[in-house]
C-alpha cells in the first residue's frame, strides 16, 4: 500500500519535469547504521543512492498500478475461496 502512495507521488513530480528515483528498502537497509529513527534512515539514503551499483525502483504508469491492484484483489479471492473450500473438507 505505501509504495503505491509513493509511485503516485514520483508520477506527480515527473508529469512537473523533475527527475525522481525511489529507492529500494532492501538496497538502503544495509546502510542504516544505527536504531531506526528518521535522521538514520535520511542519512542511509544518502549513503546508498551514491553507490554505483544502487537499483531503482521503476515507476509504474497508472494503467499498469491499476491492471497490478486487480490481480491482487484476484488472488486474495482465490486464496480465501481455497480456505472456505478447505474449512469445510476439515
Known sequence: MRNRCFKDWARRFCERGDTVKLLAPQGV??????????MADA???GEAVTR????FVPINKRT???LQALHRVREGSVNAHTACIHEIRG
Open 43 to 45: 542519512e542511509a539514503m
Open 52 to 55: 554505483p551499483t544502487m537499483r
Open 29 to 38: 537497509k544495509p546502510s542504516v547504521k544505527s536504531n531506526k529513527h528518521d
Open 64 to 66: 499498469q498500478q491499476d
